[in-house]
């Protein structure tokens, strides 16, 4: 059932584009404010009935007590939902990893997870062709749909069966048509860098394919136009210094980039307390919320080069473990597939923060990313233990 609630709240939010009918608010909250808060209360019932815990927690225990800690320092409600929101996906990977799972519960899991992603993809494709190219959640979606494409990728280099990697290019039609930048690149990312493709010309031979199929969709006639003030724009343009480029449309965040500068270089260690980027947009724009829609900007924002340093090294020491578990995952072929995926994983949540609030979008990635590791852990527990089992 807490699996079942996972999914239930990232369907939530598209409640309304199924069905007109079904209100986009409730008691004057957003559906996916509700979603999360939802998961938020079922993952804390779960880990009061948890009897042990897989998770590695001390890696993601500093940036855990730094939010904590600011939040009883400089505390607001904004600042309190903020808190909640980033440590909801951790609390989601430590109840994961109190669970003892079968090879059919992880089948059971992947099937319901990709009918999931399927729904999604189908109102997506219904709303490009059906409904004049109004698509739901469509900065979102990518987001989602990179972790079915990262499952699928790893089904296919292990397996070499083709049917995996025509999954995979239909995954990837999403943010093409849709011209999401960073979702094309990010999903370019986990198929070309795939931790399951372990032989180097296999690498160097969709290294190559990948890079083709970018350059076609740089060169389309949507993309140039999406992404060029002037309509047309060349590969050197779009560097990592994109704000500095007029001619780049940034879709706003140059702005925010600017609207953000004097904080970020006024507390540049211990950043301005939690969310006061939102208190700070939301003068400039006389809306309710401001997202700076670069997730590194606004936790150093917020939280200075300490706290982006917290966060990045939980993300180093975790990948780190992961990838001494794959060492050693090759005879258990579910712990093979979740360890590759969820390693390759890690690029695509790092690339999407550098451009969205994916830190924020926890029903869409973050959950499903951390529920990954924790399940993994789950595995090697139950194997290291059976190990010790045998030995006596």
């Not at 880990?47 to 939010?67: A, D, E, G, N």
């Not at 490009?128 to 979102?140: I, N």
């Not at 389309?220 to 050197?236: C, V």
Request: aromatic fraction near 18%.
């Amino acid at each position: 059932m807490f699996f079942v609630a996972l999914m239930l709240t990232t369907l939530l939010p598209f409640l309304p584009y199924l069905f007109k009918e079904f209100p986009s608010q409730i008691l004057g909250f957003n559906l996916t404010g509700w979603a999360w808060i939802i998961m938020l209360l079922v993952s804390l019932i779960n880990l009061s009935l948890t009897k042990r815990i897989s998770f590695p927690v001390l890696f993601w225990l500093p940036w855990t007590l730094y939010l904590i800690g600011y939040l009883f320092i400089d505390y607001s409600f904004i600042g309190l939902q903020l808190t909640l929101q980033y440590t909801l996906p951790l609390l989601i990977g430590v109840v994961a990893s109190g669970f003892i799972y079968s090879g059919e519960e992880l089948e059971w899991l992947f099937r319901w997870f990709i009918r999931l992603c399927i729904l999604v993809l189908v109102m997506f494709f219904y709303g490009y062709l059906f409904r004049g190219g109004y698509t739901p959640a469509a900065a979102a979606t990518p987001m989602l749909l990179s972790i079915a494409l990262s499952l699928f990728c790893a089904l296919y280099f292990t397996t070499g069966k083709p049917i995996y990697l025509i999954y995979s290019g239909i995954l990837f039609l999403a943010p093409v048509i849709d011209v999401t930048r960073m979702g094309i690149a990010a999903m370019a990312a986990v198929f070309v860098l795939h931790f399951a493709n372990t032989e180097i010309i296999k690498k160097l031979v969709y290294g190559l394919l990948g890079l083709i199929v970018i350059l076609l969709i740089f060169n389309s006639r949507g993309f140039q136009e999406k992404t060029f003030y002037g309509g047309t724009g060349t590969l050197k343009e779009l560097t990592f210094n994109y704000y500095d480029n007029p001619n780049i449309n940034s879709s706003g965040r140059l702005s925010w980039k600017l609207a953000l500068q004097p904080g970020l270089e006024a507390a540049p260690v211990w950043g301005n307390g939690p969310r006061a980027d939102n208190e700070e947009l939301r003068l400039i724009t006389g809306l309710l919320a401001g997202e700076a829609h670069n997730d590194y900007m606004s936790v150093r924002y917020n939280y200075g080069y300490v706290g982006l340093g917290l966060l990045l090294a939980g993300f180093l020491f975790n990948f780190i473990s992961l990838y001494r578990i794959s060492l050693i995952a090759g005879e258990n072929i579910y712990l093979w597939l979740l360890t590759v995926s969820s390693m390759t994983l890690f690029i695509s949540f790092l690339m999407f923060m550098y451009s969205d609030n994916i830190l924020k979008y926890t029903i869409y990635f973050p959950n499903y990313f951390f529920a990954m590791i924790g399940i993994i852990y789950s595995i090697k527990k139950d194997e290291d233990y059976s190990s010790y089992s045998v030995v006596q």
